[in-house]
């Protein structure tokens, strides 16, 4: 078993470090990031599966490391599966209370290698629960370099709780680009918002965008049923990767599970990737071994008749306030009608229907 790689430097360290090397036209592996609920708590965790999920991915962002030897076990479960060699390498435990988590990279050994530059960001405002986590990593065949960036923001009691964090993510952006110059970035994880949300401003503001705008990756109680876009891949506007296909990967397909099995066994997120040139994702079937083709999950919609004031908060341009505007004004029958609320325009109304997340 390889040993957990910690390379958690200060940033003027990280500055040295930090040499340009071009980006190739074109490279070849898939880019995943993957809340595993919990990954090391003694809550059933089937690691085959796990590891089943993860060998799709050349190099995986993974977020709630409960502890290190969960990394060590997954590591281990992913070269028995996979037959191949795999890396490594987790923060410290981050977290301002009695919960607290490790991020982790781990990546195939045959097509990616770890550059340089891991640090976690050093918060001096104390914006973060969690401060974010971040690497540069190569591809080995075209020599494509890129620093990826782990974050998992706050859910708290309601959105406004993740908002202070939504918007400091635009700081921390900015500071990526100092810290990894000339390098394209990916910033990814488990936002606890949905990327059309309002309060995405800020990152918007500063060259960033959801690579991630369709479909839900949180597991909903029903089989096939997906409830929120949470997990998102964000990339700066002018980043020179040739990105071929993106998606959400609904692992219980492949797993031929239910969903409340993955919820219990595996996680209830749903990974989200990319790929670079000419790699793809190719769905393998645990039972058989057999390539199969994922099914369109569709997201579960928001009825404006008997959502709760949580769910309604989720639409773009919606608060806690609006929402409640909603209940009180039912029974709703047209979209159309949300003007009525005080300050939703037509520009509103209309991201509201391009969110495609209200039931018609």
Not at 129 to 138: G, I
Not at 183 to 202: I, K, M, Q, V, Y
Not at 292 to 315: G, K, R, V, Y
Not at 335 to 345: A, D, H, K, V
Request: hydrophobic content about 40%.
């Amino acid at each position: 078993m390889k040993p957990v790689r910690h390379h958690v430097q200060s940033i003027g360290c990280l500055l040295l470090l930090s040499v340009f090397i071009p980006s190739a036209a074109w490279s070849d592996i898939v880019v995943g990031s993957w809340n595993i609920r919990n990954l090391g708590w003694d809550n059933g965790k089937s690691f085959e599966n796990v590891a089943h999920v993860a060998q799709h991915f050349d190099l995986l962002a993974i977020q709630e490391v409960m502890n290190e030897d969960a990394i060590h076990q997954l590591e281990v479960a992913l070269e028995t599966t996979s037959q191949e060699e795999w890396s490594s390498m987790a923060s410290h435990a981050l977290g301002a209370s009695s919960y607290r988590e490790h991020y982790a990279f781990m990546w195939r050994d045959s097509t990616v290698e770890y550059a340089d530059g891991a640090v976690v960001f050093i918060d001096n405002r104390d914006a973060f629960a969690r401060e974010p986590y971040s690497a540069k990593f190569r591809s080995l065949e075209s020599g494509t370099t890129f620093a990826l960036a782990n974050v998992h923001i706050t859910y708290g009691n309601s959105v406004s709780d993740r908002l202070p964090e939504i918007d400091a993510l635009a700081d921390y952006w900015q500071w990526m680009e100092e810290v990894y110059p000339d390098t394209p970035r990916l910033l990814a994880g488990d936002f606890n918002l949905a990327p059309f949300h309002s309060g995405w401003e800020a990152m918007l503001s500063v060259g960033a965008y959801p690579l991630i705008t369709e479909g839900a990756s949180t597991l909903g109680m029903s089989d096939g049923d997906y409830a929120n876009l949470y997990d998102n891949i964000w990339l700066n506007e002018d980043h020179s990767l040739n990105i071929s296909d993106h998606g959400i990967f609904y692992f219980p397909d492949i797993l031929n599970i239910s969903h409340s099995e993955a919820r219990d066994t595996v996680s209830d997120h749903a990974p989200v990737y990319l790929t670079l040139g000419n790699a793809e994702l190719a769905p393998v079937s645990l039972e058989d071994g057999e390539v199969t083709s994922l099914s369109s999950a569709e997201p579960s919609c928001i009825n404006l008749n008997t959502a709760s004031a949580s769910e309604l908060d989720t639409l773009p341009y919606i608060g806690p306030a609006r929402a409640q505007d909603i209940i009180e004004l039912r029974p709703w029958s047209d979209l159309n009608e949300l003007t009525r609320i005080s300050g939703l325009g037509n520009s509103h109304l209309e991201a509201i229907k391009t969110s495609n997340s209200v039931c018609q």
